[in-house]
């Protein structure tokens, strides 16, 4: 089994940079990514796995890995950037379950 | 552009059976991986499993052999059975498609479309 460990909330004052951490044993074989939640709507991937960006996704999210914790940092934070952050995952025991972390509430002040 | 959609009873009686069925248009669902995933209200996300039009299915064992995915390439519609549901069982129901990207450093799975979800309430 795999647990991916979050920090339960984060703030940032607007236009500063913020980094939100996701731990865990099986970060060390596999990471795929982050997802952002706003209120009352569906993840939407921001970074696939350690630091690719999708389209229309601004370049201010940028990911890294090292280790057991990936990261993932907004430089110069907005206000449209309050949500909740989850990192994801594969199980370690080799079986490819997905996981998540428990995910990040991010407020921008 | 791929759309995703949801549908199904939002009220199950506890012990019965939860059926959703995702509808995809805008592509087909030939060549990916279709997920289930769900957050219990005010929780995180959780993945329930995923099926590959191959039949490939692969499910969270802590959902103890109650799950069955399955799919329909003629009706391009992904669906989710979960037998004996509780309380526990209440959340909103996503599907989810996922796809590779590779870059140097390797592969990585990715949730790249999703639908908006469907609430499905778990009722005594």
């Known amino acids: 089994s795999s647990e991916l460990t979050q920090d339960p909330a984060v703030s940032v004052a607007l236009g500063q940079t913020v980094r939100i951490t996701c731990q865990g044993d099986?970060?060390?074989?596999?990471?795929e990514g982050w997802y952002q939640q706003r209120p009352g709507q569906a993840p939407a991937l921001v970074i696939s796995g350690i630091n690719h960006r999708p389209s229309g996704i601004p370049d201010r999210f940028s990911g890294s890995s090292s280790g057991n914790t990936a990261s993932l940092t907004i430089t110069g934070a907005q206000a449209e950037d309050e949500a909740e952050y989850y990192c994801s995952s594969r199980d370690s025991s080799g079986n490819l379950f997905w996981v998540f972390g428990g995910g990040t509430k991010l407020t921008v002040l | 552009q791929v759309q995703l959609q949801e549908s199904g009873p939002g009220l199950v009686k506890s012990s019965k059976t939860l059926s959703l069925t995702c509808s995809v248009s805008?592509?087909?669902?030939?060549?990916?991986?279709w997920n289930w995933i769900r957050q219990s209200p005010g929780k995180g996300l959780e993945w329930i499993g995923y099926i590959y039009p191959s039949g490939t299915t692969n499910y969270n064992p802590s959902l103890n052999n109650r799950v069955t995915i399955s799919l329909d390439t003629s009706t391009n519609q992904v669906s989710l059975k979960l037998t004996s549901v509780t309380a526990t069982d209440t959340a909103v129901y996503y599907c989810?498609?996922?796809?590779?990207?590779?870059?140097?450093?390797?592969?990585?799975?990715?949730?790249?479309?999703w639908g908006q979800g469907t609430l499905v309430t778990v009722s005594s």
């Open positions: 989810a498609r996922q796809d590779t990207y590779c870059a140097g450093s390797g592969c990585f799975d990715m949730f790249d479309y």
């Open positions: 099986s970060l060390r074989s596999y990471f």
């Open positions: 805008g592509g087909s669902i030939s060549n990916y991986y």
